[in-house]
């Protein structure tokens, strides 16, 4: 059998040299291959000239991301690689652990209090924050822990009204003028 001038994997050449000696045979001829082990090697020749025909061909130049390092190498291992890059291109949101999500909720929430305009449902979205904060710190399911504090209601309550009080003064709504319409005169 003709030989190819490949690169071989590690693996197939240890299970040709155990297939060799587990039947005795030790030149280094291929007569004692297991079966099997001859189209692995075929396969791996075709694929390894299928690749050098697409470089001679050019089909691999200007690839995107050509010459430029790859992404995420010379880092730490993370398992969880995939997953971290799957929120980050998709941009979701309230996935990863509570104390993370606590963290970033706690430094919104005043924007989003700011919407509301009753005073019970600022009271209702702030019960509903503390509930969860101090719901996060009894859990024992490790990861970060928790450290964003519960917010005084009260207190929270006062600084909307402020905030509130003082956004009518800072944009008063200009009065509504009337548009000019061009072309069309009113008969007097």
């Known amino acids: 059998m003709l030989r190819r001038c490949i690169m071989t994997d590690p693996r197939e050449s240890a299970a040709r040299y155990r297939a060799r000696q587990q ?4 030149d280094d001829d291929d007569e004692g291959v297991a ?10 020749a075709f694929i390894e000239t ?7 061909r050019g089909e691999f130049d200007d690839l995107p991301g050509a010459g430029k390092p790859l992404e995420g190498l010379g880092t730490h291992h993370d398992p969880d690689w995939w997953i971290r890059r799957k929120i980050e291109t998709e941009n979701l949101t309230g996935l990863g652990p509570p104390a993370i999500l606590l963290r970033n909720e706690d430094r919104e929430l005043d924007d989003q209090l ?5 005073e019970s449902d600022v009271r209702d979205v702030l ?9 996060a710190r009894r ?10 504090p519960p917010r005084d209601i ?34 007097e």
Request: net charge positive; hydrophobic share 45%.
């Open 50 to 56: 299928a690749i050098q025909v697409a470089i001679r």
């Open 114 to 118: 700011d919407l509301l305009g009753r």
């Open 35 to 44: 079966p099997g082990a001859a189209a692995a090697v075929d396969r791996a």
């Open 154 to 187: 009260d207190a929270a309550v006062a600084a909307w009204r402020e905030r509130r009080a003082a956004r009518p003064a800072a944009s008063a709504p200009e009065p509504e003028r009337r548009r000019r319409r061009w072309g069309i005169r009113k008969a």
């Open 23 to 26: 039947q005795g045979s030790t």
């Open 139 to 148: 859990q024992l399911q490790g990861g970060p822990p928790v450290v964003t």
């Open 127 to 135: 019960a509903d924050f503390n509930r969860r904060v101090i719901e």
